[in-house]
C-alpha cells in the first residue's frame, strides 16, 4: 500500500500526457456541469419556493425525487435518446464531452433546485415582508435577496460540483470512457484498477481528493468573509 | 385613506373583519388589544404583505405607503445602506439618513454590518429606513417592543416629529397604553379581529364605553 502512494505521487510530479489529459477533461466536465446546473437550478428552486399555484407540492416532491435519480438511470436515459436509435441522435452527443455534461446537468440540477428552494422557504419571508413594505421594486427586491443569499448558493455551487466530480455511472454510459476524449477520474480510475494499474488509480484517487480539497478550502475562506461583512 | 372589508380567516377562524374605517392625516393611531386580536393581521393587509380572504379595498388617494413588520431584516450590510435602501435623492436622503440615525442614537453605529446589531439597535434601525422612505402613510408594529426605555422615547420623539413635519398618517400597534396615551391623537381596540371601540385618544383611554375596553384597560392600571 505505501509502496503504491509512493508511486503515485511519482506519476503525479511527472508530466505524464495521459494524466493531464483525464485531469482537463474532468475540471471541464465538472465546471460546465455544475455551472449550468447552478443557472438552470437557482431559479426552479426560487420558483418552487416562492410562486404560488396548484401542483405545486408535487412538484416539489417530483423534484425531490429526481434528486435521488440514481446516475445509471440517467445515464440509460440520456444513452437512449443520443444513441443511433435514439431522437437526438443527430446532435451527436453520444460519447462526447458535452454529452456527459447534459447527463450530469439532468442529475444536479434537481439537488441545486431543492437546496435553493429549502433556503429561500427559511430566509425569503422575513426578507420580502421587509422588502414589500418599504415598497422596493421587484428587481431590487431580487438582488437583494440573492446577495443576501451568496454564501447558501456557493455551498449549494459546491455540492453541484461534488456531485459532477464523484459521479461515475452517467458519464461513464454517456462517455464510454475514451482515453484522449471522454475519461475522467472516476471512470479512469475504475478502467485501471480492473487492469490492475493500482498505482494509476491511486494517484487519480489521490488528485481526486485534493481538487476536491482545494476546492472547499476556497468555498471556505470565502464563506467566512461573506459572513465577516 | 380609506379601507373597506378587510377579511382574513384561517380555516374556519376568522381573525380580522373589518368592515371600513378610514384614516386621516396629521394623525397617530394606536391600535391596542391582546395577543392574538388581529393587529398585527390588520396592517400586513393593509399593506398588501398577507393575502386576505377576500379582496379588500385600500383606498390610497395618491398617497404613498411604507409599513414596518414586527420581525424586521437586517441585510448584511452597514447600518447606513440598510436605511438608504429606499433612497431616491442620494445626496439629499443621506443628510436624512444621518439625522435620523443620530436621533435614534446610532449614528456611531453607521458603517456596522447590520446583521450584527442587537434586536433593539435593529429595530431602531428599522425605524430610521421606514422614515427615509418619506411615506405618506407609515405603518408600524410594535416598533418599540424590543427597545430599551431611552430608546422608545427617541422613537416616539421621532414619529411625533415625522408626523409634524410630513403631515402623515401614522398607525402603529402598541401594547403600551402609556405609550398610547403619550402618542396617539386615536386610539383603536381590537378584539377577535373586529375594532370594538375607536375614537379620539382621551375618549378611548379615559372613559371607554365597551364593558371589554374597560377590562382591557384595567389590567394595563399597574403598568409602569
Ligand atoms: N399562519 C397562520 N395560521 C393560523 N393562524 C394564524 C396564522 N397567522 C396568524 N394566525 C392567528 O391569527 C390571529 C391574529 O394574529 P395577529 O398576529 O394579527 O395577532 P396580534 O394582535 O398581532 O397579536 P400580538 O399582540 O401577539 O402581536 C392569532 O390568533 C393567530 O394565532
Ligand atoms: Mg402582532
Not at chain 1, 85 to 114: D, F, K, N
Not at chain 1, 142 to 155: G, P, R
Amino acid at each position: 500500500m505505501q509502496n503504491i502512494i509512493e508511486k503515485a505521487i511519482e506519476l503525479m510530479l511527472s508530466h505524464d500526457s495521459m494524466l493531464q489529459n483525464i485531469i482537463s477533461v474532468t475540471l471541464r466536465m465538472c465546471f460546465s456541469s455544475s455551472i449550468v446546473a447552478l443557472l438552470l437550478g437557482v431559479p426552479l428552486g426560487a420558483f418552487l419556493s416562492l410562486a404560488k399555484f396548484p401542483g405545486k407540492k408535487g412538484l416539489i416532491v417530483l423534484n425531490r425525487t429526481l434528486m435521488g435519480m440514481p446516475p445509471v438511470v440517467c445515464g440509460l436515459i440520456c444513452y437512449i435518446l443520443f444513441s443511433g436509435v435514439g431522437p437526438l441522435r443527430h446532435l451527436e452527443l453520444l460519447y462526447t464531452v458535452s454529452g456527459m455534461v447534459i447527463a450530469q446537468v439532468i442529475l444536479i440540477t434537481p439537488i441545486v433546485a431543492a437546496n435553493t428552494e429549502t433556503f429561500l422557504s427559511s430566509m425569503a419571508p422575513d426578507i420580502l415582508e421587509t422588502t414589500k413594505g418599504l415598497g422596493l421594486s421587484r428587481w431590487k427586491t431580487m438582488t437583494l435577496t440573492l446577495t443576501e443569499c451568496k454564501y447558501q448558493i456557493l455551498s449549494t455551487y459546491l455540492v453541484g460540483f461534488a456531485r459532477s466530480i464523484a459521479e461515475v455511472g452517467a458519464v461513464s454510459m454517456v462517455g464510454g470512457a475514451i482515453v484522449y476524449k471522454t475519461n475522467v477520474m472516476t471512470t479512469a480510475i475504475m478502467n485501471y484498477t480492473s487492469r490492475g494499474d493500482f498505482t494509476r488509480a491511486m494517484s487519480l484517487g489521490i488528485i481526486l481528493m485534493l481538487i476536491s480539497l482545494l476546492v472547499n478550502i476556497i468555498v471556505h475562506v470565502f464563506s467566512e468573509r461573506v459572513a465577516e461583512k | 385613506m380609506i379601507v373597506k372589508n378587510l377579511k382574513k380567516m384561517y380555516g374556519e377562524k376568522t381573525v380580522l373583519n373589518i368592515n371600513e374605517f378610514s384614516f386621516e392625516p396629521g394623525k397617530i393611531y394606536a391600535i391596542i388589544g391582546a395577543n392574538g386580536s388581529g393587529k398585527s393581521t390588520f396592517l400586513k393587509v393593509i399593506a398588501g404583505t398577507l393575502k386576505p380572504s377576500e379582496k379588500p379595498e385600500v383606498i390610497l388617494e395618491n398617497k404613498t405607503l411604507a409599513y414596518m413588520p414586527q420581525k424586521n431584516y437586517a441585510f448584511k450590510t452597514t447600518v447606513l445602506k440598510n436605511v438608504m435602501l429606499t433612497a431616491k435623492n442620494k445626496a439629499e436622503d443621506l443628510n436624512l439618513a444621518k439625522e435620523y440615525l443620530s436621533e435614534m442614537k446610532i449614528d456611531h453605529l453607521m458603517n456596522q454590518n447590520a446583521s450584527k446589531l442587537s434586536g433593539g439597535e435593529t429595530a431602531r434601525m428599522a425605524l430610521c429606513r421606514i422614515f427615509l422612505s418619506g411615506s405618506d402613510i407609515i405603518l408600524l408594529d410594535e416598533p418599540t417592543a424590543a427597545m430599551d426605555i431611552e430608546s422608545t422615547l427617541l422613537s416616539e420623539a421621532l414619529i411625533k416629529k415625522y408626523k409634524k413635519k410630513t403631515n402623515a398618517t401614522i398607525i402603529m400597534v402598541t401594547h403600551s397604553v402609556n405609550q398610547a396615551r403619550r402618542l396617539a391623537d386615536e386610539v383603536i381596540f381590537m378584539k377577535d379581529g373586529k375594532i370594538l371601540e375607536s375614537g379620539s385618544s382621551e375618549e378611548i383611554l379615559n372613559s371607554p364605553t365597551k364593558p371589554e375596553t374597560k377590562e382591557f384597560l384595567e389590567f394595563f392600571s399597574s403598568e409602569i
